[in-house]
Nanobody
């Protein structure tokens, strides 16, 4: 069965950095499109970053593009989201998601598999 497990969230100070991890089982992250989304209280789930299966091309939301890097370690079957210069508005539950065979990569509806999420809280 497919399982995506996020880790690396926590409480950080504004201006700090963290790296979120998504450990996958039941699928190969080098083959699937992998996405990161986040959801803050009272807001819709929003796209953060994605990395395509195969060629590994990346896409970022404008709000994080200058501060973030999505990557994968194929040997560990894990994807990462490195975020720097964190802001209080980055506070949210961050979700890892996976899809295969579809064209929608920047909306939640395009993804089939989801992790449980990891909470990132950025204090000012």
């Amino acid at each position: 069965q497919v399982q995506l497990v996020e880790s690396g969230g926590g409480l950080v100070q504004a201006g700090g950095s963290l790296r979120l991890s998504c450990a996958a089982s039941g699928l190969t992250v080098s083959t699937y499109d992998m996405g990161w989304f986040r959801q803050a209280p009272g807001k819709e789930r929003e796209f953060v970053a994605s990395i395509r299966g195969g060629d590994g091309s990346t896409t970022y939301a404008d709000s994080v593009k200058a501060r973030s890097t999505v990557s994968r370690d194929n040997a560990k079957n894990t994807v990462y989201l490195q975020m720097n210069s964190l802001k209080p508005e980055d506070t949210a539950v961050y979700y890892c998601a996976a899809k295969f065979g579809g064209s929608i990569r920047v909306e939640p509806s395009g993804y089939l598999y989801w992790g449980q999420g990891t909470l990132v809280t950025v204090s000012s």
